[in-house]
């Protein structure tokens, strides 16, 4: 699957609509809700690749910066490298206390900072009895109800901030995830509840890697519509993020 993204608009979304939904092929009405949703906005997902070329290619030609990539491409959080017990040395930062897991400062080209939401859903099921009067007055009371079974479905969000770290190189990308991280290597730094400690963490980093861009705006959980929703989307997102800070810093 390949995906093409508005990741910067030229001027307003009033006056973008009408010349890219014409280019795209999209209706106008779908793509400022597209647009409308936040940025990077994905404005084609297709398996043909020729096709993504060309909206890409449209889209650059209307003064938009455009980004793409094959889904393919994309690793997911779950295959990235975690923070764990992890420690700031002098040059680089270590994923396990002790561990050879080591990303140089200078290697950090972009941090992603965002919120991955899980919605978990249980089923129970519960027994009960169901008073049945017709077959009370059949049986004169020697039958008064019978037993009863339902389902009850219970939905829980779950949310998490996490920190994306994309390399220089190109390698699979580390995450730091706020509530399964152990926040010991802070040090003097470190905060009461996992929340402040992941902020202070995010703040040492920024200040280790300067030269690294940095992006908040994954923050608010958003789909990829008719594609991915999300952690797998906030995995995309923040790829396609990625790829264009890189980019624009070249």
Not at 3 to 31: F, H, K, M, N, Q
Not at 186 to 201: K, N
């Amino acid at each position: 699957m390949h995906l093409v993204a508005i990741a910067e608009l030229r001027g307003t979304v009033d006056a973008a609509v009408g010349p890219l939904a014409s280019e795209l092929g999209i209706l106008a009405y779908e793509l400022r809700l597209v647009l409308n949703a936040g940025f990077p906005a994905v404005v084609l997902a297709s398996a043909d690749e020729a096709a993504a070329r060309r909206a890409f290619a449209a889209v650059e030609r209307l003064g938009h910066a455009a980004v793409a990539c094959d889904r393919r491409d994309v690793v997911a959080s779950a295959a990235m490298t975690t923070l764990r017990a992890f420690e700031f040395v002098r040059d680089a930062l270590v994923a396990h206390a002790g561990s050879a897991d080591r990303l140089a400062y200078d290697e950090m080209a972009v941090l992603v900072r965002a919120m991955h939401r899980r919605t978990t859903e249980t089923i129970e099921k519960v027994k009960g009895r169901q008073f049945r009067p017709g077959m009370a007055i059949a049986t004169g009371g020697l039958i008064m109800s019978k037993k009863t079974t339902r389902e009850v479905v219970t939905r829980a969000d779950q949310r998490e901030q996490v920190l994306y770290i994309f390399r220089r190189s190109g390698a699979s990308p580390w995450i730091l995830r706020e509530r399964s991280a152990l926040y010991g290597g802070l040090g003097a730094d470190l905060r009461p509840s996992s929340f402040e400690s992941f902020a202070a963490t995010v703040a040492r980093l920024r200040m280790s890697a300067p030269e690294a861009a940095y992006d908040e705006r994954l923050m608010n959980s958003r789909p990829v519509r008719g594609v991915a929703v999300g952690v797998e989307a906030a995995d995309i997102y923040a790829h396609l993020i990625a790829q264009h800070l890189q980019r624009r810093a070249q």
